[in-house]
């Protein structure tokens, strides 16, 4: 018999090294393909992954498959620069070395050992007062002070979660309002142009109108005239007045009648208030106009008058509640201002109030009006203690977390209306706090006169941010949106010990389970994002045009 030669078995070559580069804090992540030009097909031989090539005779040669090696290098989120990170990290804040405090925006620290964050009321003192005194201080003294209480009364803190409403809206809510005779009734609108109403007294009494505006609604205001109809202003650039029975809403001004026409063009509606003796809603948009608007007539009353900066963004109005001819307005351009409604025109404001960056809402007080209290993209909440004292500097400025506004309604700081004192505010914070190893983000009350924090209130199963919040006029409740959820606080009972109070949970009820899920700590796109919006424009468009032609055909076809 011949001897059989034995078969040899071609040694695998060795697998190829493929290192990746990726950057921690970037979006963009490396290919770990080998970027090779032929395609192999790719066989299992002893259970590990193989190539089968042809080598230059013509022959099969097998060899792994190329190994990946991926290499991490830190990306700071805040610089862009290399070698360090900066951001959340868990609930601590990690600075970014070449940046200042996150927190004061002033270098030497960080934001963890910051002075503000330990105590709020760090560096806060009076402003300077003027020596020489005009008549109208003495007007004051005479006629509206002797309302104020000398001995100010204790704050009463509606510090735990009664009832909630969870997911009650498709989209972050944006802005909430009580009805002004219906104590337990509560209005939200959101970021798709809806409205809620909720009657938290009877947990499933609650109704969603989704056919008020096609895109975010930014303000609403009640009738003062009529409490069953509400004003409401989008940034689709119409002004409603929506009858709350019937969720019918009647257009009283459209800014873009013929549709999208890219975003040079597109005006949108921000702040918004409604003037009692006048009878007028004034409204202003991102262009730096302000727009008035008979409430009687529903016809908008006059021209636009410029009264911020060319192209910038007026995101607050409010009318003072004593002298409602005294109108306060704030915009992108780092102003507050004060205006006279008698003597209205483009340049003609009583008083400019500077602030660092964005001012985010401008309000006076709720029952003197004589305050002003505002609210910056600079961590800072100013207040004046007199609109006839001397307005170049503010009163106070108290150091608060609430610099962030991509993804998030923009955070307010609003009176307590039933404060005697107008001193106590409430605000939601953005830096989160460990609480039990829990990231939180609490519900800050401050009093302004001194710049303490009052109370922090929090709940452990809200691990969102409540940028918006608003306190009952009459009863001692506050209401808090937080992402798409409402939160109705009422203060913990005296009578039960605190034990039996902290391990009570509220009531809740859960609506929208069908809907997409959050894509994560912050909800959905940005308020720049008007892609959901142009598409239903163009859609509407395109069918206008389809229905056009059909429309002429049978009218030939009738005549």
Not at 169 to 178: A, P, Y
Not at 305 to 311: R, S
Not at 415 to 444: C, Q
Request: proline residues 6%.
């Amino acid at each position: 018999m011949p001897p059989q030669k034995r078969a040899t078995r071609r040694s695998p070559t060795p697998p190829r090294v493929v290192f990746a580069e990726e950057e921690t804090g970037s979006d963009d992540s490396s290919s770990n393909s080998g970027g090779e030009e032929e395609e192999e097909e790719e066989e299992v031989v002893g259970g590990d992954a193989v190539t089968v090539g042809e080598d230059i005779n013509g022959g099969k040669s097998i060899h792994e498959a190329p190994i990946s090696i991926k290499i991490t290098r830190r990306v700071c989120k805040v610089c862009k620069g290399t070698g360090h990170e900066a951001g959340f990290r868990g609930a601590t804040y990690i600075d970014c070395p070449k940046k200042p405090c996150f927190l004061c925006k002033l270098p030497g620290h960080t934001t963890m050992t910051c002075p503000h964050r330990v105590a709020m009321e760090h560096g806060v003192v009076p402003a300077p007062r003027r020596h020489s005194r005009t008549p109208l201080d003495y007007v004051f003294e005479r006629q509206l002070k002797p309302e104020i209480p000398k001995i100010k009364p204790a704050f009463v803190v509606p510090d735990q979660v009664d009832c909630a409403i969870i997911k009650f809206h498709s989209r972050r809510i944006t802005c909430l309002e009580f009805h002004p005779t219906k104590n337990n009734v509560v209005l939200s609108g959101d970021k798709k142009g809806q409205l809620g109403i909720w009657d938290y007294g009877m947990l499933h009494e609650k109704i969603v109108y989704r056919s008020i505006h096609s895109c975010i609604l930014n303000n609403m205001k009640f009738n003062p005239v009529n409490e069953g109809t509400l004003f409401t202003s989008s940034s689709d650039g119409t002004i409603c007045c929506t009858d709350l029975e019937t969720g019918i809403p009647s257009i009283l001004m459209d800014l873009n009648p013929d549709g999208w026409h890219g975003p040079a063009n597109w005006v949108m509606l921000y702040g918004m208030d409604t003037n009692i003796e006048r009878g007028l809603v004034l409204v202003a948009d991102n262009f730096g106009y302000l727009y008035l608007v008979d409430a009687r007539s529903r016809m908008r009353s006059g021209q636009s008058i410029l009264v911020h900066k060319k192209g910038t963004k007026v995101v607050g109005l409010h009318c003072n509640p004593v002298h409602p001819d005294l109108l306060l307005s704030c915009g992108n351009d780092h102003f507050a201002r004060i205006w006279d409604l008698r003597r209205l025109q483009a340049g003609s404001c009583l008083e400019s109030l500077a602030h660092g960056r964005v001012v985010n809402s401008a309000y006076f007080s709720p029952l003197t009006g004589m305050k002003i209290l505002t609210t910056s993209q600079d961590n800072r909440i100013r207040v004046w203690d007199s609109i006839f004292g001397n307005l170049e500097r503010p009163s106070r400025e108290v150091v608060h977390s609430h610099d962030f506004n991509r993804h998030l309604t923009p955070f307010k700081a609003e009176w307590d209306p039933k404060d005697p004192s107008e001193s106590l505010v409430v605000i939601g914070r953005y830096i989160s706090e460990n609480y039990n190893g829990v990231a939180l983000h609490p519900i800050d009350f401050i009093d302004m006169s001194t710049g303490q924090l009052v109370a922090e209130v929090m709940e452990p199963n809200i691990t969102t941010i409540s940028p918006v919040n608003k306190l009952h006029p009459r009863d001692d409740i506050l209401a808090s949106g937080s992402s798409r959820s409402i939160f109705i606080w009422r203060p913990k009972e005296a009578s039960k010990p605190e034990e039996e109070q902290q391990g009570k949970r509220f009531k809740e009820f859960t609506c929208g389970r069908n809907e997409k899920k959050s894509k994560g700590k912050f909800d959905d796109e940005s308020d720049d994002d008007f892609g959901d919006f142009i598409r239903n424009c163009k859609r509407s468009r395109a069918l206008k045009s389809e229905r056009k032609p059909t429309q002429a055909k049978q009218s030939k076809s009738r005549t």
